[in-house]
């Protein structure tokens, strides 16, 4: 029913950017937070940045003040912008959406940074 598609990671040096961007398509009207999960080898997957229907945002503290997810309803897209990326960052990162019963994962997309 709903399909999520990430693109935009790669290889950065540590203090670099890179936009993430997370494309949804099929039934899509019932979503009412979408966000930004990402793990690590031997980490638990944890959540990076959410952003609901109603524009409320949030971020773990280890990226607060370095990452903004913002999203283009035309588009039904969202965005991870990071900035000041750190070697700790990396990971493959996931994106997520729900309608409070039903979670929709996308395939992942790799962020390394490394000098």
């Known amino acids: 029913q709903v399909q999520l598609v990430e693109s935009g990671g790669g290889l950065v040096q540590p203090g670099g950017s890179l936009r993430l961007s997370c494309a949804a398509s099929?039934?899509?009207?019932?979503?009412?937070?979408m966000g930004w999960y990402r793990q690590a080898p031997g980490k638990q997957r944890e959540l990076v940045a959410g952003?609901?229907?109603?524009?409320?945002?949030n971020y773990a503290d280890s990226v607060k003040g370095r990452f903004t997810i913002s999203r283009d309803n035309a588009k039904n897209t969202v965005y991870l912008q990071m900035n000041g990326l750190k070697v700790e960052d990396t990971a493959v990162y996931y994106c997520?959406?729900?309608?409070?019963?039903?979670?929709?994962w996308g395939q992942g997309t790799q962020v390394t940074v490394s000098s």
């Open positions: 997520h959406g729900t309608t409070g019963l039903e979670y929709y």
């Open positions: 099929g039934s899509i009207f019932n979503i009412y937070a």
């Open positions: 952003i609901t229907s109603g524009g409320s945002t």
